[in-house]
């Protein structure tokens, strides 16, 4: 097969289905000694469509069980025939690790989503602040790359904090963007440096201060924070203290809520409890009044997948066939998805009898 064959006309292909493709991997890229960029295509002709900041789940085949971990991509829809995430290696890290290990051009995984809240398309403003520590520069990344090559007029101030210089992500394409965006301000700030390193900029760690400094008019802007969370709360708490609108603050974490204990019904006097129907496993069982839909399986050794596990990445979604639940989501289910009769297991409770293709 020649590469002349593989063309093909965008209005020919069909846009990115979780349920019917695969992320086919094609790059990988060391961004630092602990931070890699992996760039994805569909397993079958496609492209993505996505908003600028959103994320993937990616389950990851590290053992027996898969796990899944989610990622924001570092992407920009306006490049749509490929997806990428950049992501960093953390002390004790799993999934990530195994994909430094073992992930490669040819291999394919099964991903859920584009989904998100964390995107200036859901927030709008006429300013922007992008403010990110480590690897939470990915979200501010896409949607930049995405005001470069469609809005590149944008006036956003782009702010990052590193450990030390080295560790600054996609410094050199940020100041080349600068270049063809003049409404586009920097600012690095870096813990600490060695003479090597030829640093002049700021150090320490980012506090209202800094902040007045390289954005004087951060309260006329709409704020997007990202990166570890006493990162982020210390860069919430400047802001508050200072009289910022928090009505224009977002940030972005994927913290897993801590899962509810498992409480099996005793058979208790008063309202019979739900029955759960897992159709595939072929069960029958008992729902305690309060419990999930995905605590229920766990306790019967049905397997749902789920990563954040506060309705947020969407993985844990299955189809309901039949009942009602209370479902109090954060995001990570679509209504069309919703309106086909698709539930969030972590954060669905039946209201009654209730039928789940699993």
């Not at 006429?126 to 480590?134: I, Q, T």
């Not at 704020?223 to 570890?228: E, T, Y």
Request: with cysteine; hydrophobic share 40%.
């Amino acid at each position: 097969m020649t590469i002349a064959s593989t063309f093909r006309h965008f209005d020919e292909l069909q846009p990115f289905n979780d349920r019917q493709h695969r992320l086919e991997c094609i790059a990988v890229t060391a961004e630092t000694a602990d931070v890699m960029t992996f760039v994805f295509k569909a397993d079958k002709p496609g492209w993505f469509r996505y908003l600028p900041g959103q994320f993937v789940t990616l389950e990851l085949p590290v053992g027996p069980e898969p796990v899944m971990r989610t990622y924001t991509l570092s992407s920009t829809p306006s490049r749509p025939f490929t997806v990428a995430v950049t992501v960093k290696a953390q002390a004790g890290s799993i999934g990530t690790r195994w994909m430094f290990e073992n992930l490669k051009p040819g291999m394919s995984l099964k991903a859920f989503g584009p989904l998100g809240d964390f995107t200036f398309a859901r927030h709008p403003g006429e300013k922007y602040l992008f403010v990110s520590a480590g690897s939470g520069i990915t979200p501010m990344m896409s949607m930049t790359r995405w005001m470069a090559d469609c809005a590149p007029l944008s006036d956003v101030a782009f702010l990052t904090c590193a450990r030390t210089p080295g560790d600054i992500l996609f410094r050199s394409e940020l100041e080349s963007l600068s270049a063809n965006m003049p409404n586009l301000s920097l600012g690095f700030v870096v813990e600490g440096h060695q003479p090597r390193d030829g640093w002049h900029g700021l150090r320490g760690r980012i506090d209202i201060e800094k902040l007045k400094l390289l954005c004087p008019d951060f309260r006329d802007r709409t704020v997007f924070c990202c990166g570890p969370e006493p990162f982020m709360r210390g860069v919430k708490g400047a802001l508050e203290a200072n009289g910022f609108d928090m009505g224009r603050y977002h940030e972005e974490s994927f913290q897993p809520a801590a899962p509810e204990p498992v409480v099996l019904p005793e058979g208790e006097p008063g309202a019979p409890a739900a029955i759960v129907s897992f159709s595939l496993a072929g069960k029958d069982v008992a729902c305690a009044p309060g419990q999930t839909i995905l605590q229920v399986a766990r306790a019967h050794g049905v397997r749902i997948g789920a990563a954040c596990e506060g309705g947020i990445c969407g993985t844990c979604r299955v189809m309901k066939l039949s009942g009602e639940v209370e479902m109090n989501h954060n995001g990570g289910i679509l209504d069309d998805e919703i309106e086909e009769g698709y539930i969030l297991a972590c954060c669905s409770r039946p209201l009654g009898a209730v039928t789940v293709e699993v």
